[in-house]
């Protein structure tokens, strides 16, 4: 007979950051408080308050972190988890244009090391790293659900597919 789990306690676990929340403005506040009240639990509105705070910041930076747990009346763990766990929320600074070059098996098998090296040849960067000027941030990042035109990256929000290394020149090389 198996036991139902009916009440997960977190651990203990209060983590001071040294820092003041971050503050918003009022139209910032009054879009927050829209997407919470679009869920009858609060913590539901996570990733939507996440994108905001990334939006406002830049990345989530640790008063952006503080302020979620405040507002979502969680722990710091608790968004840290969430913003370690998707590849789509910065815990680090980026630069303007951030590409994220699928390297899962379709994209694997149909050349995305090739793009990772292209990008990284021409823009003079490693994985990880951000181009001086602060234009171009390069990462790898697990299948993105576009595999069947591999290979592909990311670009903020914008899917760029069936990569070859002219078409990644003309991508990068028109950006504004
Ligand atoms: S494997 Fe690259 S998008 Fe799925």
């Not at 983590?15 to 506040?29: D, R, T």
């Not at 308050?49 to 939006?55: E, G, H, T, Y």
């Not at 050349?111 to 990008?119: I, Q, R, S, Y």
């Amino acid at each position: 007979m198996s036991t139902q789990i009916v009440n997960i306690q977190p651990l203990s676990q209060p983590v001071n950051l040294g820092v003041e929340p971050a503050k918003f403005s009022p139209q910032v506040e009054a879009e927050i408080d829209r997407h919470l009240a679009k869920y009858p639990v609060m913590r539901s509105a996570i990733l939507p308050l996440m994108f905001i705070v990334q939006r406002e910041r830049g990345y989530l930076d640790p008063p952006g972190v503080l302020y979620l747990a405040n507002r979502l009346k969680l722990r710091v763990t608790d968004i840290w988890e969430v913003a370690t766990f998707y590849s789509m929320i910065h815990t680090q600074p980026v630069g303007k244009y951030h590409i994220q070059v699928c390297k899962t098996l379709s994209c694997k098998i149909m050349g995305a090391g090739k793009v990772t090296e292209h990008c990284s040849q021409k823009l003079g960067i490693k994985v990880g790293e951000t181009t001086a000027d602060g234009r171009f941030t390069l990462s790898e990042v697990e299948c993105l659900g576009s595999c069947g035109t591999a290979p592909m990256f990311q670009i903020g929000f914008d899917y760029h597919e069936n990569l070859t290394p002219e078409k990644i020149d003309q991508i990068l090389d028109k950006l504004p």
